[in-house]
């Protein structure tokens, strides 16, 4: 029997995954300055008609992998605070992941090295605001619902919460001993954020 023709849909999707892995493999190493867009498109197997296509030129892909790895460490935090009944457990879980997170070469290299200087620091916080920003809020509101958080805005205390994990990362990300710096945040960020609870 023939091979059933695929739709424009299925074909752009393809071409769209094709050109995402190519570029989140080459973009972890050697980095985004280091790929030109014709070694991206060799890789994916497209044209670089393509690429302009469906991205707009590289800067476009370099987001939307940033966009798939940041729903990838959003849902893996989300799965770590469905893990626990109670919230602040949850909540240190969560940190800890995220900040484990950090430490892989493709998070350390794309999301907290080149996300940076490619995007610019407007357009990264603001990536961070739309992942972070909704889970730090849920984690506190649940908290708060439990009469344990110190009275405070939890948009404010949310928004605050989320630049210390980010700090955080960037300082894992550029330390010299990721790991020992891992550990170093993370007892620094407990101690801090413990600071939020009633007593």
């Known amino acids: 029997m023939p091979t059933p023709r695929r739709s424009q849909t299925e074909r752009s999707q393809t071409t769209q ?3 995402i892995t190519a570029a989140r493999k080459l973009f972890a190493d050697p980095g985004y300055a280091a790929v030109p867009a014709d070694e991206i498109v060799r890789e994916a197997g497209v044209t670089r008609g393509a690429l302009y296509h469906h991205f707009g030129d590289k800067q476009g892909l370099f987001r939307a992998v940033i966009e798939q790895i940041e729903t990838e460490i959003t849902e893996e935090l989300q799965d770590v605070l469905r893990s626990a009944d109670d919230p602040w457990a ?15 070469p493709e998070v ?9 200087s490619v995007l610019g620091w407007p357009e990264w916080r603001e990536l961070e605001n739309r992942y972070g920003l909704g889970l730090i809020t849920e984690i506190l509101e649940s908290v708060a619902a439990e009469g344990r958080l110190v009275a405070a805005p939890i948009p404010e ?24 710096a891992k550990e170093k945040s993370l007892a620094a960020l407990v101690a801090l954020l413990s600071g939020l609870l009633r007593t």
């Open 17 to 19: 995954a094709a050109l």
């Open 90 to 104: 949850a909540a240190l879980g969560a940190l800890s992941r995220f900040l484990d997170l950090c430490l892989r």
């Open 157 to 180: 205390l949310a928004q605050l919460v989320l630049s210390a994990c980010a700090e955080a990362a960037l300082m894992i990300a550029h330390a010299e001993d990721p790991e020992a």
């Open 108 to 116: 350390v290299r794309i999301s907290l090295t080149d996300a940076i």
